[in-house]
């Protein structure tokens, strides 16, 4: 089996602004990178925190927003998972019952390839590979 790592949650809000704040403010977490990146209804805004003298790969919690379509209710979150190649673990995914939410996708500014899944009960789950240079 490929080496992977839990890697994040990931929690969608309507106000990022305001989110990033919160957690800055009440549990001290820093911001250690923002990623701007789609279009349309993938459009997407996140802030990636974790506890301060922590960098990535370190678990992270991600703020998201995305503009163009409405805010899930409360309580909903994504798990991220580091994986060596995303299309195979697309495959695996699919084979054990899950159904694709976002196709595989590079973003080669920030150096990943991800794709989104819904596993078999519909919860999301971001899967992320880093891109050789």
Partial sequence: M?????????????????????YREALGLEVTARVDAGEGEHMMHEVIMTLPGTRPPAPSLILVSFPNRSCPAPG??????????????????TAAGAKIDVPAMDLP??????AFILDPQGHRVELLQALRA
């Avoid at 080496?3 to 305001?18: H, L, N, P, R, Y």
């Avoid at 500014?109 to 991800?114: P, Q």
């Fill in 2 to 22: 490929a080496t992977q790592s839990f890697c994040f949650t990931k929690i969608e809000v309507k106000d990022i602004a305001g989110a990033e704040a919160f």
């Fill in 76 to 93: 909903e979150a994504t798990t991220g998972f580091m994986v060596e190649n995303v299309d195979a673990a697309l495959g695996r995914a």
């Fill in 109 to 114: 500014d920030h150096g990943l390839r991800l």
